[in-house]
């Protein structure tokens, strides 16, 4: 029984042997997405839960050439790890970061920034577990809206965190950059296709890869897929493209799954009220009046 | 190719590189004690779809000869791999410690 | 070699463009301006074959460098104040990861109050960074410094960062006549960079890691013996340079009259020049005056310092720094230094050219007044006892 996906990847493993939670989504996305480039990958982690689980002296992780840099220069080690095998000669590798939300959104949104306005010519991957999930659960710029972490604390007063997430698909794609896409573990085989398709583009390709994490998000070890495949069936995260200029939506949903079942089966929203779980639904259906308008259906 | 465990595993201080550069995929301990629940591969169920081998975030499970193989020695217990299949070919038991 | 009438950031630009770096990431900032400036020319003109890559931060700029020694390229990058402040992490990194980088930073002031003159507070307050830093006095020698830095950075002993100072504007601003190497000579001197610490394909490596409890100390140890072992490699440097190029240089520190002398002035940088004539005027009066120029305030030179000193009868530092609530930095190096070598003798620490002021010839006169007089252990020129500013003419 051939399974296409797998059949397209190096039966090669490049990340083995880590201290990542059992279960843990980011961990599957580096898993997957190096199988997808191969064994000339070059990757580049920032502090953070990869590189903390992956590189502790003389437990290094990787089979790959791989590398910490600081939690704010994840784009900034690869343009000059770029730069550098360039200068030596190599052409055939890929230099590719694996960041989370806090060093994509927050810490490092600048050296981003700076990499995309620059074309350099890297892939970069934010696996967004939604929240500082190393130091112990804190909100980042990509916390969603009502979500318990340990500084947005769920109380009588305040419904955990107040602020929706940052769109850093649509922030990159406003740079102008050759390829951004969304994705989700649960959809793997899009988001593999995705890291394939950007290693053939030239120039900077950003990929936003929701890839939960059952310690923060409060789910068991084995709902980790599952989970992050019903964030796109009902409607809050999205598997889209921007390629040339024009937004591209990869996958809608028949009818939306229910808003309020993904949330309730996660222990950081479990606080939430029916007034908290309309405010979601409402930014959902203005998301995606938006993308109907906006973005093209392939 | 995939990192693995190494027969030396402490290093004197002479040993210890100069810079933080170091042999890739160098690995000194097992994740094997993590597991409360342990996946089991029904062989005669396993299909070869390979949806577990896909989806498992550690990449502890192999096919072989058209069959999924389990690597005790990093498999964590997640239970992905049993969830994603759904026909029934990994069963999960509770681990014997 | 030809001569040019070149600045300090032109004449140091130079000096890198024989150095052929393969990667220079740099971010603009008041007075380092001119050399990224003059090598973005020299990469437009062809005359230098760098990759230039317009960073958007000092951060980036170090975190990009750090990548490409990662890669096993040569890198470089030029600061100043702010900037080295805004990518102190990525100082600690580098030197931690033990990557040969080589960094010009133009000595400014740091804010608040904002200020874009000359002091050293900025690069004096990094000397724990792990970067070997060194101060130019003139512009040759930072001409000079930036190719021998990269063989003392280079050097499989050394394996370190090294920050050149250049004094901002009094020297990064001022021209003179400066000898080019040839490319030959420079290419002689300084062969390609040579490395295992760097992205590999055929054995792959894991870079840049954590080291727990266990290890780590060791890491620490090792990048300290690197910094040591470059006091050896800064002579052998210059005698090498010396051979190709005919100008040698002192080592650690520079010596100036200090063999006889009773009253000594230690400073750096470009100041040590007027130190110098203003020795040779009170030695005319029949004062045994004597100056010390520290080149290399990392590693430091603690043997040499406590030698040029060990028969003086008092000393004084003079440096652009202060530690608030203590003394200047140099001072505190230099009386550690006399400490270990059991020199037992009185010390003043002068705080001068703060944002930029003047020290005239008149103050340093009045310095090597109160090294004999003796005086309180810390001095801001130009302050009196009521707080007032004075300068002397």
Redesign the interface.
Known sequence: MANSTAERLSRDEFFYGHKACAGCGGALAVRAALKELG??A?S?LPAGCM??VG????Q???????????F??T??????????????G?SD?TAVGFAGDGGTADIGI??L??AI??NDNIIYICYDNEAYMNTGIQKSGLTPFGARTTTTPAGANIHGNLRPKKNMFEIAAAHDIPYAATASIGYLPDFIRKVGKAAQIRGTKYIHVIAPCPTGWGIAPDETVEIAKEVVDCGLWYLAEYENGEFTLNHRPKDFSSVEAYLKRQGRFKHLDLSDIKTVIEARDRKWAFIEKNFSYS | MKPYIREKKT?T?AE?P?????????LVSVNSGWRSIRPVIDTGRCVGCEQCYLYCPDGVISVQNGKAVIDYDFCKGCGICAKIFRLGAIRTEAEHK | MSKRFLSGNEAFAEGIRLARP??I?AYPITPQTIVVERLSEMVEDGSLKS?F?????E???L???????????R?FTATSSQGLLYMA??LY?AS????PIVMMNADRSTALPWNIYGDQRDSLSQLDSGWIQVYAENAQEALDLALMSWRIAEDGRV?TPVMVNLDGFVLTHTYETVEIPEQTQADSFLPRYVT??????D??????????PD?NY??K??AHQ?MLAAKAVVTETESAFADIFGRQYSGLLENYRTEDADYILVTLGSIAGLCRETADRLREQGIRAGVVRIRYMRPFPNEEIAAALRNAKAFGVLEKDISFGNEGTVFTNVNSALQKAGVRIPGYDFIGGLGGRNISAGDIEQIYTDIQNGTQSVNFIGIGGDGNGKQHS
């Not at chain 1, 590189?55 to 003389?58: D, G, L, S």
């Not at chain 1, 784009?75 to 030596?88: D, K, N, Q, V």
């Not at chain 3, 931690?96 to 990557?99: D, E, K, P, V």
């Open positions: 064994q000339n070059v580049v590189s903390a590189f502790n002296f003389p290094l992780c990787f089979s790959n050439n791989s590398i910490i840099s600081t704010a220069g784009a900034s080690m690869l343009t000059g790890i770029e730069a550098g095998l360039r200068a030596r190599y590798f600048q050296a920034s700076g306005d620059r | 290093f201080a210890i100069e810079a933080t550069a170091f042999e890739a995929g160098y | 393969d990667v990431s990759d890559i317009h960073v958007e931060s951060h980036s700029a975190s990009c460098a750090i990548g490409a020694s990662a890669a096993g390229a890198a992490e990525c990194y931690g990861g033990r990557f394996s295992e610490n760097r992205v590999d394909f054995n792959p490596k894991n870079l840049a890691f954590s080291a727990g290890t060791i890491f140890y090792k690197g």
